[in-house]
Each structure stands twice: as structure tokens, then as C-alpha cells.
Nanobody, 120 residues
Framework: QVQLVESGGGLVQPGGSLRLSCAASGPIFSISSMGWYRQAPAKERELVASITKDGTTNYADSVKGRCTISRDSAKNTVYLQMNSLKPEDTGVYYC??????????????WGQGTQVTVSS
């Protein structure tokens, strides 16, 4: 069974940095796009950043210049480097991946989420 496991969340002061990681495991033929979403309290889940198989990236306007998404295809892992963090970056961060798996075909998978709290 395909799983996405996130790590790297935590409590950080404003202006600090965090690096999130998300590793996909299980029977995988290939991974198309990968991305990070976040959900703040009482708000809808929103895209933070995404990266295609060929490395094309897309960022939410609110994080442009502060966050960098990257992936290691050999490890089926996606990273999100977040710098100059602000209190409004607080939320649960979810990893997402479009994965082509045996018997399932192309399917959207989500991680369990990792909490990021930016506070002094």
C-alpha cells in the first residue's frame, strides 16, 4: 500500500526556518507531481508549492521568495524549505503526490499532516 510520511514540522519563532520532508513508500511505478498544502485553523486547505516530474515548480504568492520546493526522485521524496517564517504560516502541512501504482493506476495520495507553528 502506498503511503506518504511527512516529517520536519515543529515550533519556530518568526523569522526562523524549517525544512519539511515527505517520503512515498510502497509499490510505486512512478510519481507525477508532488506538492505541499497547508490548512490553518478555520480555513480551507490551500496549495503552498508543487513540483512536477520534470522539476517545474509553482508557489503560492504568499510564500514566493521564502520557500523552496525540491524533490529527490531516486528516494521518492519531496522537500519544502521554509525561510523567514511568519505567524500566518502556521497550520497543518500536508504532502500530496500523484502516484501511478500497480492495480490502482494513477491516484492522488495525501500524508497525515505535520504541524507547523510560528510563534514567539
Amino acid at each position: 500500500q502506498v503511503q506518504l510520511v511527512e516529517s520536519g514540522g515543529g515550533l519556530v519563532q518568526p523569522g526562523g526556518s524549517l525544512r519539511l520532508s515527505c517520503a512515498a513508500s510502497g509499490p510505486i511505478f512512478s510519481i507525477s507531481s508532488m506538492g505541499w498544502y497547508r490548512q490553518a485553523p478555520a480555513k480551507e486547505r490551500e496549495l503552498v508549492a508543487s513540483i512536477t516530474k520534470d522539476g517545474t515548480t509553482n508557489y503560492a504568492d504568499s510564500v514566493k521568495g521564502r520557500c523552496t520546493i525540491s524533490r529527490d526522485s531516486a528516494k521518492n521524496t519531496v522537500y519544502l524549505q521554509m525561510n523567514s517564517l511568519k505567524p500566518e504560516d502556521t497550520g497543518v502541512y500536508y504532502c500530496n503526490a500523484e502516484i501511478y501504482a500497480p492495480r490502482v493506476g494513477l491516484h492522488d495520495y495525501w500524508g497525515q499532516g505535520t504541524q507547523v507553528t510560528v510563534s514567539s
